[in-house]
């Protein structure tokens, strides 16, 4: 029920008020479970809450009211607490999934990546997510590209490879691509990142259905792959190797008109039920969901949740899920699973984000940026497990 009248009116005067605001459990006139405002609702300073926080803590814009979060303990029993299905990510528990890199050790021993990315006039797309796989320690990076952009990327790329892909006249991937895909997949590469600037044209949806289908090495699928496949969602179960998704809300709405299992909704209503829209699509498909926001969601087919703790408004510009898309794959690449994978580099490319913001302030932070960022994140989260 939505807070009115008096009670509105004294939520508003401790609002403008220049005394400290400390708040109990959670802001009164948040919603504990969706961080949405329910009419009115008291911005605190601070916000003292008892043995788990709330989902409202981290959801915006609940986010935004609570002020410096402090959680006590009252002797809520161990197994209560450690059976919760949602979880924020923390720097300490995070940093124990960076992989070790024995003295030993060679570049094939830290995977070898294929991005299939880019056509005319969105070649960036492949060069961030490409580079941004470098960064986030893969051994291996060719990117896929249409054959007659090979020239635009053997121009601009340095440690990366080239693999040239059949093109379809136009500066996209003509459908005939997969074979070759398949091929390099099955020979050479452990991980397949797959959609940014891949552009939307029956051409690539042929090719991103038969690769999604046949491919047996782990999947990241983001942007235009993801939309190439929203209404075929059934594509997911019958495939052969894990699969990760990083929709945006917009992508979301649209993989929820081919859902069976949720009725569909706009993009507001998705943001108000951002937690359970992943973690309810998570279980249907059977994929692992990077629902990114603000702040981005991860959930995995047994209905666990995490929340991620890191990243800011400046991340929101051209490019940044891109680069997202090439440090899971990077991950991936390492050895890490679905889950690990996808924890790590959705916290890190949000450390990285920070880092840049503390910088440049986040009105200028651009993707390339964060990329720049990775290794001083590494620097900070490996200082977590001192």
């Known amino acids: 029920k939505d807070i009115t009248g008096k009670i509105a009116d004294v939520i508003s005067f401790l609002n403008n008020s220049e ?11 948040i919603s504990s479970d969706t961080g949405q405002i329910m009419g009115n609702a008291v911005i605190a300073d601070y916000t003292i809450t008892f043995g788990l926080p ?3 803590h981290f959801l915006y814009p609940g986010a935004e009211h609570t002020g410096s979060l402090f959680i006590e303990d009252i002797g809520f029993p161990k197994a209560l607490l450690e059976a919760a299905k949602v979880e924020l990510l923390e720097r300490r528990d995070v940093s124990l999934l960076i992989p070790e890199r024995p003295g030993y050790s060679h570049k094939g021993d830290y995977g070898h990546v294929l991005v299939v990315a880019g056509s005319r006039g969105k070649t960036g797309a492949a060069f961030m997510a490409a580079k941004a796989c470098m960064r986030a320690g893969a051994g291996l990076v060719t990117i896929g590209v249409p054959e007659s952009l090979m020239d635009v990327f053997q121009a601009r790329v340095t440690e990366e490879m080239i693999l040239p892909l059949p093109d379809a006249g136009d500066g996209t991937l003509s459908s005939k691509a997969s074979e070759k895909i398949l091929k390099f997949l099955s020979d050479k590469a452990d991980v397949l990142a797959i959609g940014p600037g891949i552009s939307n044209t029956d051409g690539t949806k042929k090719l991103i259905s038969d690769v999604v289908l046949n491919a047996a090495v782990p999947m990241v699928i983001d942007a235009d792959a993801i939309n190439a496949l929203s209404s075929e969602i059934n594509i997911f179960k019958k495939a052969k190797a894990p699969i990760i998704l990083t929709p945006h809300t917009g992508e979301m709405a649209r993989l929820l008109q081919g859902s069976k299992g949720q009725r569909v909704k706009g993009s507001r209503e998705i943001e108000i039920d951002r937690i359970n829209t992943a ?11 990077v629902f990114k926001g603000a702040p981005t969601i991860i959930a995995e087919p047994e209905g666990s949740v995490f929340i991620n703790s890191t990243g800011n408004p400046g991340m929101a510009s051209a490019g940044v899920g891109d680069v997202l898309t090439g440090m899971i794959a990077g991950f991936f690449g390492q050895g890490l699973n679905s889950l690990e994978a996808s924890i790590l580099g959705v916290f890190m490319h949000g450390l990285s984000g920070d880092i840049t ?8 932070l651009i993707a390339s940026d ?14 977590g497990l001192k």
């Open 19 to 29: 005394s400290p605001v400390v708040s109990v459990d959670i802001p009164s006139g």
């Open 54 to 56: 709330k989902r409202g």
């Open 279 to 289: 973690m309810n699509f998570s279980k249907e498909t059977g994929t692992y969901l």
């Open 357 to 364: 913001a503390g910088r440049k302030g986040e009105h200028s």
């Open 370 to 383: 964060i990329i720049d960022s990775i290794p001083e994140a590494f620097v900070l989260l490996k200082e």
